[in-house]
């Protein structure tokens, strides 16, 4: 039994939004919402200025287990999870082997037994990701795959993807497509701005992005079935999405917490932390992203978690691979710039997405919580890091507030 007192509950759609009150969980339930309430055996949690929402969602983590534990293993991924504030965690297929069938599927279940974040894994798309044949994506769906996505990989087959929609269709199975064209972004590793210019990189002109997510709405549109569009970046692309979801199409997207934030001027002393795949874009295009999050155009912020060892990320900066952790920061970051409603909001916009149930704050529900403060700030550091890898592009940038915990799946995480 676990009694948390004057907690500040922070659930936009829910009874209690906005409300100073007392959780009583006892067996993994919500089982009294109130004032003054008292345990005679238990654990009281109490804390200046705590805070409660449902918990995280994070629909884009790449942890190395299996294949290159070197980088992350399971254990350490779902703990920096934890840390971060995330209760549930959708796993890229980046690692090896990457799941392509029921066996893959459930060798990843086994892997994150008995954590406090749910870990949900995401199926290649197509064999190898190779792009020329369709995974098994029946018998992963069965298996418990959430989604399937050849990540970071263009699908540059456009009736393979239309077959792979309608594939889905009869099981309400989710693709995601990621928002490149290759031809068009060619050997490029920054976005085609003054900066990358001047800094003699190769460069991608945001018109790559822009131009897949229309072909690719237009397949879903032909499909009349759903997709996902992860890490959008440029205002076209949200355009783009707008307006399908104007005209009733079942198109979603995510955004990245260092996109929403960053801009391609972090390139000029070349810190290979901040390469990234999409590339960050001009101050003028990350401006913009804020009205698409405010809109609800952008369904969920990402933390885009990828784990990189110091020999890929110590060298040349177009040698460097691409990406950044994230689970960690993606909270902190964004709360020096953005209205926590529209956080917890879209931090918590996977569940309806990816057709899981959403938490709920109130008595009866299962407890599915995160808990944090808004108050305070820090620099970051990388001894602050629980992740293995400490590849983060928020380093040495300033940190506002502090996840606290979670509890979820009967399990405390308690940071304090």
């Known amino acids: 039994m676990i009694l948390f007192k004057n907690v500040l509950i922070c659930d936009p759609e829910g009874q209690y939004h906005d409300q100073r009150l ?14 003054k309430l008292e345990i005679d055996h238990g654990r009281v949690i109490e804390h200046e200025n705590l805070i409660v929402s449902i918990g995280w969602f994070d ?45 893959g599927v459930n060798y990843l279940l086994s892997l994150c037994a008995n954590h406090a974040t749910r870990l949900l894994p995401v199926g290649n798309f197509s064999l190898n990701q190779e792009g020329k044949d369709l995974a098994q994506l029946y018998d992963m769906n069965m298996a418990g795959a959430v989604s399937f996505y050849d990540y970071k990989k263009p699908i540059e087959n456009a009736n393979l993807l239309k077959v792979g929609l309608q594939y889905v269709k009869p099981f309400n199975g989710i693709l995601q497509s990621f928002p490149q ?5 060619g050997k490029g590793i920054v976005n085609e701005d003054r900066q990358g210019t001047e800094l003699g990189l190769k460069t991608i002109p945001k018109f790559a ?7 690719d709405i237009e397949i879903a549109r032909y499909v009349d079935t759903s997709l996902h569009i992860p890490t959008v970046t440029t205002v076209a692309a949200l355009e783009r999405i707008k307006k399908a979801k104007e005209d009733g199409l079942s198109v979603s997207c995510s955004v990245t917490a260092h996109h929403l934030l960053l801009s391609s001027k972090e390139l000029a002393g ?56 994230g689970l960690e920061t993606a909270f902190c970051a964004l709360l020096d710039k953005y209205n926590l409603d529209d956080i917890i909001n879209a931090l918590t916009g996977g569940y309806k997405i990816f057709s899981k149930d959403k938490p709920e704050i109130k008595e009866g529900a299962i407890a599915n919580l995160t808990l944090f403060t ?33 509890y979820n799946q009967q399990k405390l995480i308690w940071n304090e």
């Open 181 to 185: 064209d290759a031809q068009i972004a």
């Open 374 to 406: 808004n108050v305070g700030s820090h620099m970051l550091q990388k001894e602050h890091l629980r992740s293995t890898s400490k590849n983060n592009i928020f380093l040495n940038k300033r940190m506002k507030g502090k996840v606290l915990g979670i």
């Open 22 to 35: 007392d959780l009583l969980i006892d067996q993994g339930i919500i089982k009294t919402i109130g004032t």
């Open 270 to 325: 070349y810190d290979t932390n901040n390469k990234v795949t999409p590339p960050l874009r001009e101050e003028d295009e990350v401006a913009q992203l804020e009205s698409y999050l405010a809109d609800g155009t952008i369904d969920m912020i990402t933390s885009d978690h990828t784990p990189l060892t110091i020999e890929s990320k110590n060298v040349e900066y177009d040698q460097a691979d691409s990406g950044t952790t």
């Open 59 to 103: 629909s884009s983590v790449s942890f190395g287990e299996p294949g290159f534990e070197e980088r992350q293993t399971m254990d350490n991924g779902l703990a920096a999870a934890a840390s971060g504030g995330f209760t549930t965690i959708m796993l890229n297929p980046n690692n090896q082997p990457n799941p392509q069938d029921a066996s």
């Open 209 to 215: 992005e822009e131009l897949r997510v229309a072909r």
